[in-house]
Every structure is written in structure tokens, then in C-alpha cells.
């Protein structure tokens, strides 16, 4: 079945609700597409997609799958979109198509085959929709029925990944004819000579077989008819990779395999195969051990049949299936079983044993998500992780519930540190989205990036975790570090430290030395003690250098202010206000006179308070007053004061205390301001080195993609 109309009328017969002129309408859109291209056989391009079709509709495949194996090669291989495939055929067929074409895109390399059920696991995963896993097993299917065509070592590449790949998926999704004619195809390509071999031989055993099957039959039509039951008998050979694998299993030859001929008997209704089964068991002596009820304990899978083997004519063992032709369906077509089920729902009603495949189905037309929808089906018993993509298409397993900057440190530390923002599937994301199978990840990064404490909110593997924490341990014992070398220098005039003094203070090394001091581990008054220094002129600072020194956000100091310096793990030395409460709250040996001179051009954040007349227009006048002092305001709060007057409070920033002073003068000669003074405790947090990180990295955002709005929300 590879013509069109073959298809169509196909289609047709099994589902009256098909399009058929929608199918039309792909095959010429197709074969436009892929005019001019060639298969290797020689044969047009669109051959093969029809024959993907075909093989589809063979097993009853519904309308959106028989379009998208039309064009399942067309994003691939021509110029054709998947928007335009989605504009012309809807979101389903494109999807499926997109799904078909990842999926395509995963290469196994045949060197890994310890991998091959992670590959497998991800080739399920990476489809969502099952019907993409059975597009891209016909697909398969028919390129291994045309492998001749192509030079040995892509046969051997090909056939090898069948094997370790496809055929078992087809095995997993219950295919059992895909996945028997895709093992002999490939054993052919594999080893020609063992293939050749087996199959003379069983050609030698076919007459055989017609001969007892057609015994078998007319025994078991005759019975059951007399009760007006209809049976149907077919019999099969073992197929020949399954022969192949029992003879290396078991190293035995071809002549002591005893299972080569199987039969299956299949009946109207459950009754019937409990019937056909005592009528065998009348005709032929029953292997003692072999029978199992599938029918009454189904496989897990859903699989349902009476099994038995029986000792047939000329003294051979043959092994024999009773099951309905519902439970037929199911067998042989597995998971596919379902759309034929579905497109004859007169039927259903005989098939109540599908309990199984009922609730898969409410499952379906409950989920949206066709992901949710395939753990459902069991079809992945591997829900812990989550298989993505990177740009460049390597794959990367993650755990369940991974999100951005899991992917990123899973790539490369580096690209973790300077993680600045995340694309998935082409989209700007955020980075606590939780990562979905088959995303397709990019991130970017900045080489001013670097990675913040809220990023641990963000993470879920390990590894992030520890990268990031390793970080922070690293930047830590590099700013003490450097605190510690200024304050030596400051206090010995020089950097250099005698073994001597680290001695005296229990350090291993002048660096140990150096980090103890800038933690603060090492209080300053030990080190003055052991230089035998006294008195200790302040600590001098000039501007202040990011990462070692910071100004309290308890008091707001500015340059220019009296200042007390105290050490605070991990963030170098924190300046306060003379005046702020918390000083009195440390030991004062713990606190370091600080001389702190403001460098031009740098600002820093403080409080004022306003109080002005409840006049229209009051608070732009103060606003701008503060923009023309060449200030800016970063956060502010008002509140309604008795005697018709309004109190505004400021965070602003400032160079210095000149600066703020010229600021308040000005403040003060605004008409409507009663009375202007600063306010070292202002309860406002404004945006400061330590906090505010999601708006960084937001804004941060912002700047790179021109414009578009990115919106970084807090973990909830
Ligand atoms: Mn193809």
C-alpha cells in the first residue's frame, strides 16, 4: 500500500470521520516539496513518506498521524517550515511532524550500547506523543526495507541501531510484526550468511506447517461451529533473528529448535477461547507446565491470550495462542491498537476485557499534556529524570523538576557562573521554570555575570549546588584576602609577613594570616599586640571597593561621615554610622575607626526627610529639586502628618556629605517645604549590591533583548 489512493480509500474503510481530501491535500503539498529529491533505490523522494503512510493506515492509524508520515521528512530535508506546516495542516499534524524530526535528529553511537536503553528511554521521552514514536517506527521500518540501497557500513550502522534502539521500542509499545521484520532486516544486513542459512532451512519446513495448520483449523472450525462459533487459525514460523538469537542463547543447532511453529487460534469472544482451548487439548497431549491464562492475569502491558504448547503430529512441540480478535489487535499492534479501537466504537462493547487500554484512552481525553499522557501509559517507568537538548543537540539527563541553571552547570561550571539569562525551545524563559522532556535549551551568558545566592532557590541538582556554594567559599576567601592584606599593609606599612608574627598568632602561613584577619577571625587589636602598637591611627578607605566594603543599610553612611568598620562573614567589612544603633550591640574591640573619603563620581545611598504643605504639585517640585541636584531618588514613602502637612522620606543617592548638604539647602528653598533634615533610618531598602538580584538579572535581561520585556518572578 504506497499509492495515494490506496491510502485514502484505506483510511476511509476504518474511519468514517477521516478527511480524506486533508490527506490529498498533504501528498501533493509533499511531493512539491520533495520534487527533484531522490531515494537512494533511485525512486523519488515521496515514495518513501507514502510508504510511511502506508504502513500506517495497514494498522489503523488515525488522520493526523497518516498526514504527518506524509510529511514527516518535509521540515528535515526541504525548505518547508513547521509554521507553514502548522498554518496548512494544524497544530496537531505539526507537532507530530516536530516530534518525528527530533526525534530523527538523536544519532545512536553504536559504541554505546550499555547506553541503549537510556537512548530508548529518551527517544520516548523526546516524542511525547506516542503516535510520534509510531510515525518514526514506520519510518524506520521502511528505510530498513530499502537499506539495500545503501553502502555497507551505513547498512551495518542502520541495522545496528534497529536492534539496539527500535526494535525493542517496538517490542515496548506491544508492535510485535514491526518489530519482528525489523530484527530479520536487520540480521540480514548484520550477518547475510547466518540469515541465509536459517531461512533455507525454514522454507525446507514450510509444507509442514501448511499442512498441520490447515489440519488444525478445519478440527477446530468443525467443533466450534457445531455450537455456531466461527474460528480463525493461522500459523507461523518462529521468525528467523529470534531462531538466530535461540541457537546463540543456547548454542544448539537449527535441527534442535522445537518451537519453530507456533499457531494462533482466534475466536469471537473469551467464552470461545476457553472452548478452542479444551478442543486442542482433546486433539494434541498438552506440554505439562506450559499453559498460562493471560486472559484471567493479563501481562502488565495489557496483553491478554491463553498460552499453551501441546505435542503436535510427527511428535513436534508446537506452541499455540487462543485470544480474541480484540486481543489480537492489541498484541500485534500494541499501543497502536488504540486509534483502531477507537475509530469502531460499534464494537466497543466486546471489548470490555480492554480494561487496561479504557483507561489509557480516559487518560487521554483527559491529559492535555501528551507528556503526562505517556507516563500514564507507563511507557516511561523512567519519571525521574527529564532528557533535553542542547542548542547543538547533545543530550542531557536531568532530574525530574530541573530548571535552567541545573542544564547550565550540567554543561560546564562556567557556563553556570555566567548564566545571564535562558532560552527554551526558542523562547525567553526564566530561570525557575522547570525544565520539560525534549526542550531544547540555550543559554546565555555574560563574562560580567556571576552567580548570586538566590540562585540556590533555583537549582535542584547537586552539582549546580555545589558549583555555586564553591563559588561563593572561593569569592569569600579571596575578599578576606584582600581586606587582610590592606589592613597589613595599613598597620605594618607593608604586605610582607615574618614567620614570626604568624606564629605568634597561631597562623600556618602569612596567606592564613591574611584570610584570619579579613574574617575578622583574627581581631585587630591580637595583630597591634604583637607588633607592640598601641595606638592605631583609623583605616584609611577611599571610595569603596565593591565586594570587600559595604555601607550598612541600618544607618545609610556617606563619605565624610564617622564611621565604624565591622567584619561580617563572607561580605568583607560592613561601615557604619557612628550614631547607629547596632554598634552598640558588638564588642567594641570588634569595631575598626574607619577614615572614609568618598571618590568622585561614586554614590551612595542615604536618607532624607521632607516635610512640606499638602500643596498640588508638592511632591514634583521636591523630585525635581533632587534631579537638578544631580541626585536620584531610590525609593521613597509618604506620610500624612497633622497640621495639613506631608512627610516624604527619600533614599538618595549622593557623592558625599557635601553633596548631601547642598541637596538639603536646595530642598529647603522649594516653597511649600516646611523643614528638611537627614534621616540615617529610613526603613527603605532601595536597590543595593546585596539584594534585589532577580531585578538585576531582569533588567539585566531587559538590555540584551532590546526592549522585550522580560519579567522575573520570585520564587513562590
Ligand atoms: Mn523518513
Sequence with gaps: MSRIFEITERVASYSAKADIDRINQAYVFAAHAHAGQLRSSGDPYIVHP????????SIGMDEASIIAAILHDTVEDTSVTLEEVASRFGDEVARLVDGVTKVGQIRFNSSEHKQAENFRKMLMATARDVRVLIIKLADRLHNMRTLGFLREDKRR????E????????????????IKQEMEDLAFLHIDPEAYRAIASKMEDRLDELHRTREHLESLIQEALSRQGMKAKVQGRMKH??????????????FDEIYDLVAFRIIVDDIPSCYQALGLVHGLYRPVPGRFKDYIALPKPNGYQSLHTTVIGPENFRIEIQIRTQAMHSYAE?????????????????DRESFKWLKRLMDLIQESEDPSEFLENMRLDLFVQEVYVFSRDGDIFALPRGSRPLDFAYAVHTELGHHCIGVRINGEVADFQQRLRNGDQIEIMVSPEQTPSRQWLQYVKTPKARHAIRQWFRRQEREVSMRIGRKFLRDVLGRSDVPVSMCKALNCRSPE???EKLGRGDLPIHRLLEVVQRSEWKAFNIRGLEKTLMHAATCCHPIPGDPVLGQFRRGHGMILHHRKCPEIRKGREKDWLEVHWEGEKGKMFLTGIEVLTRNERGMLAKVTQCIAEQSSSIEDLKLHQRPGSTTELIFLVSVENRKHLADLLRSLRGVPGVVRVSRRNRVGLQGQTDEGGVS????????GIFSGRKV??????
Design 711 to 716: 519579567h522575573v518572578k520570585e520564587d513562590s
Design 695 to 702: 531585578r538585576a538579572i531582569g533588567q539585566t535581561l531587559r
Design 333 to 349: 499492534e500494541g499501543v497502536a491498537a488504540h486509534w483502531l479501537y477507537k475509530s469502531q466504537d460499534a464494537d466497543a462493547r
Design 157 to 160: 550502522r542502520i541495522s545496528e
Design 162 to 177: 534497529t536492534l539496539h534502539i527500535y526494535s525493542p521500542l517496538a517490542h515496548r509499545l506491544g508492535m510485535h510484526w
Design 240 to 253: 528467523l533473528y529470534s531462531i538466530y538469537q535461540k541457537m546463540q542463547r543456547k548454542h544448539v543447532n
Design 512 to 514: 592564613d594570616l591574611m
Design 50 to 57: 507514502l510508504a510511511v503512510a502506508g504502513i500506517l493506515a
